[in-house]
Nanobody, 115 residues
Framework: VQLVESGGGLVQPGGSLRLSCAAS????????MRWFRQAPGKEREWVAG????????YYAGSVKGRFTVSRDNAKNMVYLQMNILMPEDTAIYYC?????????WGQGTQVTVSS
């Protein structure tokens, strides 16, 4: 199983970023996928999830209405569109799958929201 995140960067408050997660090593279309983030000095927290088909999505309260998770099973990709970014969104963002009893993580992509 391999998960590779990309798309992070430095953005001003109110700006947008789109994160991508390239998944391989398993049948991605059969599994729910999730995004987590970890801010400096804080524990990793769940951000959003998407069902295997992409029909059902769910979000942490802190990002609901600003972030949108989606997936393209034909390309084995998962995305996180982040709008109206705030300084408190600054964190390393991780893609995650729970596969055969284990949690798998990517290396993460840094998102910094600052003026």
């Amino acid at each position: 199983v391999q998960l590779v995140e990309s798309g992070g960067g430095l953005v001003q408050p109110g700006g947008s970023l789109r994160l991508s997660c390239a998944a391989s090593g398993f049948t991605t279309s059969s599994y729910e996928m999730r995004w987590f983030r970890q801010a400096p000095g804080k524990e990793r927290e769940w951000v959003a999830g998407i069902s295997s088909t992409g029909v059902v999505t769910y979000y942490a309260g802190s990002v609901k209405g600003r972030f949108t998770v989606s997936r393209d099973n034909a390309k084995n990709m998962v995305y996180l569109q982040m709008n109206i970014l705030m300084p408190e969104d600054t964190a390393i963002y991780y893609c995650n799958v729970f596969f055969v009893g284990l949690n798998y993580w990517g290396q993460g992509t840094q998102v910094t929201v600052s003026s």
